[in-house]
Structures are given as structure tokens and as C-alpha cells.
């Protein structure tokens, strides 16, 4: 299996068993070796009081992109530290994209930019390291 069908197969056994991911209605539009993007809708159970959505909405968004980024070596990752600065509000029926890079990789740690984009202009930006195990997913 070459570098990119082990990839996608990660993911999609990653996304098969997240109920979390589906239930938010993430999309996988790319998937590869150390990058991987995604969209989702924005919907009315994710608004907060204010009418915007729920900032842990972008985060889990982020999340999910750093997470099958950084599993599609194949070594089961997680995440050790994260962070987001949002830089835009987004409403119901908005659109979000993230899009995940990765930026250095070693033996055992992995860092990674996330940034989440509505119609071209970055609406939020997500740092995450994670801890690679020795763990092979297949």
C-alpha cells in the first residue's frame, strides 16, 4: 500500500468509528500524507447566546483536521497540546473549511497549522503538537 491509500484508509477507519465528527456533519474533501481537509455547515444547535456559533465549533473542526492529519502515517497520534485564536464570528448556514498542514514531523512529536477559512478569509487559526505512538493503525 503506497503513502496515500494508507492515508485515506486511516481516515476513513478514523471517521467510520467518530460518531462525534459525523454527528457535527464534517466533510473530507482531502486527505494525504501529514494534510487533510475538511467542511462543515453551520447549524442552529451550534449557536451560542449571542447567535454565532459556539466557538468550540471551529475548535472540534480543527480538532478532527489535526487528528486525521496527523493519524495518516499510519502511527496512532494524539494530541498533547492545542490552541486556537478565532479571528472572525460565523453564523448559521455558514460554510467552514479546515485545512491542516503539517509542519514538522520526528519519531515521536508532530506539529501542525490548522486554518479555518469561510469563503477565503481565515476565520480562525489552530496550532497543535501531537505525540506520535509506536502503535501501527493496521
Not at 503513502?3 to 462525534?20: G, I
Not at 500524507?33 to 466557538?55: D, T, W, Y
Not at 472540534?60 to 502511527?75: E, K, Q
Request: charged share 20%.
Amino acid at each position: 500500500m503506497d503513502k496515500q491509500e494508507l492515508a485515506e484508509k486511516v481516515v476513513d477507519t478514523m471517521f467510520t468509528n467518530d460518531p462525534f465528527s459525523q454527528w457535527l456533519g464534517i466533510e473530507r474533501i482531502k486527505v494525504g500524507p501529514g494534510i487533510c481537509v475538511l467542511q462543515m455547515k453551520i447549524r442552529k444547535e451550534m449557536l451560542n447566546g449571542f447567535s454565532i456559533a459556539h466557538g468550540g465549533i471551529a475548535y472540534c473542526l480543527a480538532d478532527s483536521a489535526l487528528a486525521f492529519a496527523s493519524n495518516s502515517h499510519g502511527r496512532k497520534s494524539l494530541s498533547v497540546e492545542t490552541s486556537i485564536s478565532h479571528t472572525v464570528s460565523i453564523h448559521e448556514g455558514d460554510t467552514i473549511i479546515a485545512t491542516a498542514e503539517e509542519v514538522n514531523l520526528t519519531n515521536k512529536i508532530g506539529i501542525y497549522y490548522i486554518t479555518v477559512t469561510m469563503e477565503g478569509n481565515t476565520i480562525a487559526l489552530f496550532r497543535g503538537t501531537v505525540y506520535r505512538t509506536s502503535k501501527e493503525w493496521f
